[in-house]
């Protein structure tokens, strides 16, 4: 029984890449072994095993530049995006959201041939935020290309409202260039938007350090198709032209980079949005050391957004299982607060039970799973860290082919980002057309009976 036993107990003999290609070309051929690569959108091949010898040098520790393993706390901020409604209907549900554990509101308000919430005075602001403790939940006012004068009313209102504007967190998404990406127009001229953005820049770092001018967003350009090469790219590109504008208006390379967010969208690769997230900071840092930023200045908060391209309106109680995946690839990644939408955001329903699904989501990831006690949970996986580079060094090589050209506005205006877009968004409908990336519940496990629920009736206005 004794010699039973210590053979049970005997450790495995060890196994080598050699001895896992042997069995497969044993079992599948040649030809079957390459056909286990994937190659993704980003034309990037990834191999179906990584080992110690896809190992890279050991990079720094969390907290430490080129900061590609995020911030050494590993906590992040439970997010929930507002976008349509009146004061009142907005306000009752940011209340709820916040005693659902919601610690930041973003808030997108109406603006011109876009939805939001229709605000349009500093008292219905002071409204809509109303019993809500700013030291404790941050806010960020996005009103698209008109955040300016938004940002007046905000400012206004921290002023009257007498909380301690240094414990203050989130602050404005100014980013005129995405504005003007999704409409392909801009009320009124580009410079003069940043010039108001340098002032109001100006006043946060003197009084509210905490909070930031600038939210440099992919959002757009990911719902129009973008690959995450491309996404990292158009970052760069829009916070290079965006720190070129703050600086230009008088702030030093430091100052005007504390005033840069980030926000990018998270799809349903978990991987690549972990290496995704990973490779922006990187990136950025990479960018604002070039520019002369000190180590500080040189990390880049991100936001993540669950996206709202993967959803379905058919068989939609499936998107839950999208927005888990895309949660966890926005955690994993090191997003510094995470807006998960809800299963049925595309039908424009809140009947309150699919928010706090939203934010329960969250909730088990941080409290269940432990992931916010973590700092770069990711780190050192030979095939995170191996994708995390091979993104950004191609999202550095279509950076530079973007600054070549003139810049991200100058690509914008003269149509070839939105053709180069369109072209990634075709690449990606037949995929989906072919079945290449099935969508579950729609051409793949489709339920043909199942009825929907019915979507909310459209908003006036």
Not at 15 to 32: F, Q, S
Not at 166 to 176: E, I, N, S
Not at 225 to 231: D, I, L, N, P, Q
Request: glycine share 10%.
């Amino acid at each position: 029984m004794a010699d039973d036993l210590a053979q049970l107990f005997q450790p495995f003999p060890p196994a080598t890449m050699a001895d896992w290609r042997r069995l497969v070309i044993a079992e599948m051929g040649e030809e079957g072994l390459a056909r286990l690569s994937t190659r993704l959108r980003e034309e990037i091949e990834v191999k179906p095993l990584y080992g110690p010898e896809d190992a890279l040098p050991e990079g720094p520790w969390p907290g430490c530049p080129p900061y590609t393993r995020g911030a050494a706390a590993a906590a992040w901020r439970v997010g929930q995006l507002y976008d349509r409604g009146d004061v009142a209907a907005a306000h009752a549900a940011l209340r709820r959201d916040v005693a659902g554990g919601a610690r930041l509101l973003w808030l997108r308000l109406a603006a011109a041939g876009e939805p939001g919430i229709r605000l349009e005075t500093a008292a219905e602001l002071a409204e809509l935020v109303a019993g809500v403790d700013l030291s404790e939940v941050a806010v960020l006012i996005d009103a698209g290309g008109a955040t300016p004068a938004a940002a007046a009313l905000w400012l206004a209102h921290l002023e009257r409202s007498g909380v301690a504007k240094q414990a203050l967190y989130g602050g404005l998404a100014c980013d005129p260039t995405a504005a003007l990406a999704r409409r392909g127009v801009l009320q009124g001229d580009l410079d003069d938007h940043w010039r108001e953005i340098a002032g109001v820049a100006r006043w946060l770092g003197r009084e509210a350090p905490g909070l930031r001018a600038v939210l440099i967003s992919t959002l757009p350009y990911h719902r129009a198709g973008a690959t995450a090469v491309e996404e990292l790219a158009l970052a760069l590109a829009g916070g290079t032209d965006a720190l070129r504008r703050l600086t230009a208006a008088g702030l030093s390379v430091d100052d005007a980079c504390r005033q840069l967010r980030f926000a990018f969208a998270t799809g349903g690769d978990l991987f690549l949005e972990i290496a995704k997230l990973r490779a922006a900071r990187l990136l950025w840092a990479k960018v604002t050391r070039a520019c002369g930023a000190g180590a500080a200045a040189q990390y880049a908060p991100l936001y993540a957004r669950t996206s709202p391209a993967t959803k379905a309106r058919r068989s939609p109680w499936t998107n839950q299982l999208r927005l888990s995946v895309e949660t966890l690839g926005a955690v994993l990644g090191g997003a510094e607060a995470v807006v998960t939408g809800r299963w049925d955001e595309l039908l424009r329903r809140d009947d309150g039970a699919s928010a706090r699904l939203a934010l329960n989501t969250q909730h088990v990831l941080a409290y269940e799973a432990f992931f916010g006690r973590v700092a770069d949970p990711a780190g050192g996986s030979w095939y995170v860290e191996r994708l995390t580079d091979e993104l950004a060094r191609a999202a550095w090589r279509r950076f530079q082919a973007v600054e070549r050209s003139g810049g991200i506005v100058a690509g914008l205006l003269d149509g070839s980002l939105a053709a180069r877009l369109a072209e990634q968004a075709a690449a990606k409908e037949r995929a989906v057309a072919l079945r290449r990336d099935p969508l579950i519940g729609v051409s793949a496990f489709a339920h043909p009976a199942e009825t929907p629920p019915p979507a909310a009736p459209a908003e006036a206005g």
